[in-house]
């Protein structure tokens, strides 16, 4: 028996089979299209993603913010006004953060503090001051070695700015129960103005915040609105009994001093909160629970930016009046030191003493050129030698 013949496909069903592939495409990219904007929806409510928009406002003030530091980082200033000018920073940064939250020590007492020296007030004021103190020190010292933000160094700061004044069990540690922030008026019954997200979400939240400042640094925002946002944040978050609002501020100087953005460390945007209590509450108070605040952060930026630049403006105010000015007549000529010299002298007038080997760890330098350093501020009459052999060191001439 002869083989039957197969029968061959008809060019219509070669057609429809085509089709059938190519709606079978489309499916597909219209399923992938769908899983990519839920998967970005999921990601947006995940993740910490803050809204908010470079106004006009903003931009204008970020140029003016740019040629000021231009103009402050180049200006020769004589090493005693710098470092006065560091000191009265520090002062001021510390009274203001505390003072906001309510402590009672005036400028004086702060400085007296800053001194070691004995001061008769009650003792939770005297840890608070101190405690932010500790908290700015340790700040620099994180910029000095370049460690990187983390929930770790956010607990620390935490437990640095609230040691003695809370409970070892809360001082450092995310809070475990709800938090709310009341208003109380004479005669009047307290109002809730504020309630923080469930405790349980704390760490999540923080962790976001803290990959957000990381990615940020990539995605090239501006430092000041990097500041600004960790700010906010941090006390919309609430993340802590108490020591909230000196954790936030002392956070955003650390981004600003990482990121270049110090001015000589001689800003204190803390001053500017302190000089209008209400505006700097009304600023930072965009909502009634933490949903709310998370929806706009222009608002916020732009009293957060117009802040820094009125305290630039404060800073080019003092450095021109100073250069215009002797500070000490038996200084015969002008003496202006670099970055890396001006970096000792900061050293000294923080810890007191300085050694070679301070120096080889601050700068990163081998032993010879430390010692080359030591000498010419030596020279200079700005340090002077104490002590003999390995136990010597310098100190402020």
Request: proline content about 4%; overall charge positive; aromatic content about 10%.
């Amino acid at each position: 028996m002869d083989d039957l013949e197969q029968p061959r496909p008809s060019r219509r069903a070669g057609y429809c089979f085509l089709a059938q592939k190519c709606n079978f495409i489309k499916l597909c990219v219209i399923f992938c299209a769908i899983l990519a904007r839920l998967w970005r929806n999921l990601y947006n409510n995940i993740m910490f993603n803050p809204q908010y928009k470079i106004s006009n406002k903003i931009i204008n003030l970020l140029t003016y913010i740019a040629e000021a530091k231009s103009v402050i980082d180049r200006a020769k200033l004589l090493p005693q006004n710098e470092l006065r000018l560091r000191r009265q920073a520090l002062i001021r940064m510390t009274h203001s953060s505390t003072a906001i939250e309510g402590n009672m020590l005036n400028t004086r007492q702060v400085e007296d503090l800053l001194a070691n020296k004995r001061i008769d007030a009650p003792s939770r004021d005297i840890f608070e001051v101190k405690n932010y103190l500790k908290a700015l020190k340790f700040i620099q010292h994180l910029v000095t070695k370049k460690q990187l933000l983390s929930e770790r160094l956010i607990l620390k700061i935490h437990q640095l700015v609230t040691e003695n004044t809370l409970p070892k069990e809360q001082s450092g540690h995310f809070r475990s129960g709800p938090i709310y922030v009341v208003r109380r008026r004479y005669n009047q019954p307290q109002e809730v103005v504020y309630t923080g997200p469930v405790a349980k979400k704390v760490p999540g939240l923080v962790k976001d915040l803290v990959e957000w400042v990381q990615q940020s640094v990539e995605k090239e925002i501006h430092p000041i609105i990097v500041a600004g946002i960790i700010h906010q944040e941090i006390a919309a978050i609430h993340p802590f009994t108490d020591g909230n609002g000196r954790t936030a501020r002392a956070l955003a100087t650390l981004i600003l001093y990482e990121r270049g953005y110090d001015f000589r460390k001689l800003f204190a945007l803390e001053d500017y909160y302190n000089q209008d209590r209400p505006k700097y509450y009304a600023a930072i108070n965009i909502g009634k629970s933490y949903e709310e605040r998370k929806v706009d952060f222009t608002p916020w930026l732009e009293y957060f930016v117009k802040g820094f630049k009125e305290e630039i403006d404060d800073i080019k105010e003092k450095i021109a009046k100073l250069s215009l000015r002797k500070v000490d007549e038996k200084i015969q000529s002008k003496v202006y030191l670099d970055k890396d010299q001006m970096q000792i002298l900061d050293f000294i007038d923080r810890i007191g003493k300085i050694t070679t080997q301070d120096v080889m760890d601050i700068l990163h330098c081998p032993k010879r050129t430390a010692q080359s350093y030591l000498l010419k501020l030596k020279k200079l009459g700005l340090i002077k030698q104490v002590g003999k052999g390995p136990a010597s060191g310098y100190i402020l001439g």
